[in-house]
């Protein structure tokens, strides 16, 4: 069983920054690839981006890339999603995940990942 809680959601204006941190309780993240997402309301949950467990492969959605950078530190057993030139539609709920399986590869399917945390709210004013 792996808990996972995301932190460093807020309110920015657009251009600002935000990073978030997801930690990882209950089991090591090691062999796991994880994934950001995100959703409002009237839409389906997105993929953000996601990184292989070793940290030596990511994966952007197009929205984000050149802006967001995942990254994680194994040893504290935590993932990272820096955000820079935060724009209004990057307002959402952010989640993280992993999946159910180590050693997957880096799913953009909410479908691929099994465990998920509560989200942290980003916001972004024009």
């Known amino acids: 069983q792996v808990q996972l809680v995301e932190s460093g959601g807020g309110l920015v204006q657009a251009g600002g920054s935000l990073r978030l941190s997801c930690a990882a309780s209950?089991?090591?993240?090691?062999?796991?690839?994880m994934g950001w997402f995100r959703q409002t309301p009237s839409e389906e949950r997105e993929f953000v981006a996601a990184i292989a467990r070793r940290g030596d492969g990511t994966r952007y959605a197009d929205s984000v890339k050149g802006r967001f950078t995942i990254s994680r530190d194994n040893a504290k057993n935590t993932v990272y999603l820096q955000m820079i030139n935060l724009k209004p539609e990057d307002t959402a709920v952010y989640y993280c995940a992993a999946p159910l399986f180590p050693a997957q590869a880096m799913g953009v399917r909410p479908s691929e990942y099994f465990y998920w945390g509560q989200g942290t709210q980003v916001t972004v004013s024009s």
């Open positions: 209950g089991r090591t993240l090691v062999p796991y690839a």
